[in-house]
């Protein structure tokens, strides 16, 4: 019999990838922020589309969490990098983005690594996490709170590597307090137990570092650092402390499903192109030329140069 966590995982995937597009929208249609200022999230609550898409990521969260019940962390935490799929193929649909083909080979790895790792997991119940755990886990909120602070000055590419990283290590620890979380019996306990706020307190975190690294580049590249900063330490703390397990004689496709996600994830860090900056910015272009008050050229010679130069760098950043 199917394990209903299936279920939820591959929902799960959809919904993030919906949310991640939604979200980078709307970041990229807010003022750059260069502080670590939680109004960001007021201001990005401005935006419908910003609202839905943390609906839908609510939605994945739910989702997620409803997997973890019997579904490794290690599965569960590289599968949301599957969302990255989803994100890419509603893009071109809807928005027109025009991927590399690195950014394409790299995505097919990562469905291919995220593959090994369904066909390796064994669903089976958490263990609990001791008073050490939860210390460890208050400590971590506050390290990441930390470098958030200094990352946030980080302009471009490396400030949405830097904040991409941050957020998945504050989901990280947000999901290896859901795992033992989701095993409570009843809502008094559930309520009652120091991991929820835990959660709560590190997805706040991690989703204001996510905004801020998708203002500053390319949506891929900032949820793909999150991906792959988040999963290692889910995966070894699953492993390790929580109980998870994998089938007999299946170690080795764990392994290596577990590492060709994580190298397509960390390569989508460094081929995936900025989106929505290139279409801002190609906006910008052809006004300052069409309509400079100090060009002398005749309108049609104008537009004509402003297509040409478009071209060009079309041609050069593909």
Known sequence: MVSSGWCFLAAMVIAYGIANLLQSVAAARTTVHHSFDPGLLLRLAGHRTYLLGVGCQVGGFVLAFLARRDLPLFLVQASMAAGLGVTALLGVLLLRWRLPR????????????????????????????????????????????????????????????????????????????????????????????????????????????LGLAMQRGSTTAAVAAMDAAGAVPAAIVGVVLLGDQIWPGREWLAAAGFLVTLAAVLGLTRYAEPQHQHAVTGRRERVVVSVGPSSSAPPGRVNAQAASTGARQRTTRS
């Open 102 to 209: 690195a950014e394409v080979v790299l995505l097919v790895l990562l469905v291919a690594g995220i593959t090994g790792l369904v066909l390796s997991a064994r669903p089976a119940p958490s263990r609990q996490l001791g008073t050490a755990g939860l210390v460890t886990l208050a400590a971590t909120f506050g390290v990441i709170a930390l470098l958030g602070f200094f990352a946030v000055r980080l302009h471009g590419a490396p400030g949405s590597v830097a904040l991409g990283s941050l957020a998945g290590l504050a989901f990280s620890a947000a999901a290896v307090a859901a795992r033992p979380l989701a095993s409570t019996h009843s809502a008094e306990e559930f309520l009652g137990d120091p991991l929820l706020y835990l959660l709560v307190a590190h997805s706040v975190i991690g989703q204001l570092l």
